[in-house]
């Protein structure tokens, strides 16, 4: 991938409290007059002024969570993280309405595809891409519920979303009065009906892929953070080919893909550098790749297709990628 993703300039039109340290932030489209169309799941870079503590420019990855047929305005929930990279301190400290800022195209590595039963498990912040998921299981008829957790009700995210859901079908779930969140139990009985959607903090999905294991029940979920790295993981040197220039290039065990493509002054687009956000997703035309993202399913992985520059490293000596 060469270049820079399309960006659309847009206008802050509304930010106000979505719960405990939670921004609700509304964007219109400056040059049109509506943004381009996305599905449940889906997310944009959210590209502001400046840099981030990492010296980085600050592009952040953040869900979705309107309506998807009213493309006219997009909204999200951006939590203030106290130990990232800045980001979000830059957006609940310095952005303002009516600024200028602007977003990519939508991607979705996370789409909602239904099965006959669904229950969606949204830990804190984590709702943002389950909102839109569960209006539209809603809006079809289908059989679903929803569990929101959080450490305590201030801490429950987008409430006048979530009122406008049957309440029957909603399950609001605070730590400090319940305990934390009983998933063995509350999984117990599911069969291989119901598909399980998952978004918030890695503990709660690190969990979730535990007791998925062996289970009947589908699992997909989505990380605002990285993985836990596997123990005894070993970064082996190989070599890359890019088709475009057939330039060779040496990858070496101390350095990632992304580091070797930049340094030889090919642009590949990036921003988490975690394996989360799917920017640095590259076409592999040959080789087999070492997958350690945390975006593509396992059916994507093993197909070999695509793979994320930043973490993800080579199985095989060679890999050719579509750069």
């Not at 890695?202 to 123990?231: C, H, K, T, Y």
């Amino acid at each position: 991938m060469m270049g820079q993703s399309q960006q659309i300039a847009a206008r802050v039109a509304r930010l106000d409290p979505a719960g405990e340290g939670i921004l609700r932030v509304v964007l219109v489209p400056l040059d049109a007059e509506r943004f381009p169309a996305w599905e449940p799941g889906a997310h944009v870079d959210l590209i502001l002024p400046g840099t981030g503590r990492d010296g980085e420019p600050l592009v952040r990855q953040y869900s979705l969570c309107g309506d998807p047929q009213d493309t006219t305005g997009y909204t999200f929930g951006i939590l203030r993280e106290p130990d990232g990279r800045g980001g979000s301190a830059w957006v609940h400290d310095r952005l303002k309405v009516r600024d200028t800022v602007a977003v990519s195209a939508p991607r979705n590595h996370f789409p909602f595809t239904p099965g006959r039963k669904t229950l969606f498990i949204a830990g804190g912040i984590g709702i943002t891409p389950i909102l839109p998921m569960a209006r539209s299981a809603e809006a079809e008829g289908r059989d679903w519920q929803l569990i929101v957790a959080a450490r305590n009700r201030g801490r429950l995210p987008f409430m006048t979303e979530l009122a406008s859901l049957p309440q029957t079908r909603v399950r609001y779930h605070c730590d400090d009065e319940a305990g934390l969140l009983d998933l063995p139990q509350l999984l117990a009985t599911l069969g291989d009906e119901t598909t399980v959607y998952s978004c918030g903090p890695g503990p709660l999905l690190d969990a979730l892929q535990r007791l998925n294991e062996g289970a009947r029940w589908q699992l997909r979920i989505e990380r605002f953070s990285a993985a836990p790295a596997i123990p005894g993981l070993v970064d082996r040197p190989f070599d890359v080919i890019c088709r475009s220039t057939g330039l060779r290039l040496h990858v070496p065990a101390d350095k990632s893909l992304l580091q070797v493509l930049r340094q030889a002054g090919i642009k590949v687009d990036s921003s988490c550098r975690d394996g989360i956000c799917g920017t640095c997703e590259t076409r592999v035309l040959a080789g087999t790749p070492d997958h350690r993202d945390s975006v593509l399913t396992p059916e994507e992985r093993a197909e070999g297709t695509y793979m994320m520059a930043c973490v993800s490293r080579a199985v095989s000596d060679v890999l050719e990628l579509d750069i």
